[in-house]
């Protein structure tokens, strides 16, 4: 664990994804530089309603930045509140936003171990 103050990074919501509004049959072809394909599930193809992407632009807005401040600090104490770890006080070591966890550091057996946790089964201590 570092005591550095916090630090700011910038990374893609949807890394590897280019959202693309064309009609299927007629501008769809087999390959495309860059493209490994269209996300699928099954044989049907993934789509968004306009609702749904509108909103994430208007979320972005024009510097196509969200700004996430989370509740939880780095050094903060929090404890486990669900599966083998319940109970266990751990300080927070690393956010991880895209993947909704954080890494946190414990002791057990002697040793100082990290692992990542989701955010949704650690709470301030």
């Given amino acids: 664990m570092t005591h550095r103050a916090s630090v700011w990074f910038v990374e893609a919501m ?35 309603p306009e609702n749904i992407l ?6 972005v807005g ?9 509740f939880i600090k780095i050094g903060q104490a929090v404890q486990i509140i669900e599966g083998p770890f319940r109970g266990l006080e751990v300080v927070v070591t690393c956010l991880l936003p895209a993947k909704e966890r954080v890494r946190v550091l414990f002791d057990f057996l002697g040793r100082s171990i990290e692992m990542e946790v989701s955010t949704t089964k650690v709470l301030a201590a």
């Fill in 62 to 70: 024009a510097e196509e930045v969200v700004t996430i401040d989370s």
């Fill in 54 to 59: 509108a909103g994430l632009q208007s979320r």
């Fill in 14 to 48: 949807f890394p590897g994804y280019l959202f693309a509004k064309f009609v299927y049959s007629n501008q769809h072809r087999e390959a495309s530089h860059g493209i490994r394909g269209i996300v699928r599930f099954g044989d049907p193809l993934a789509t968004l």
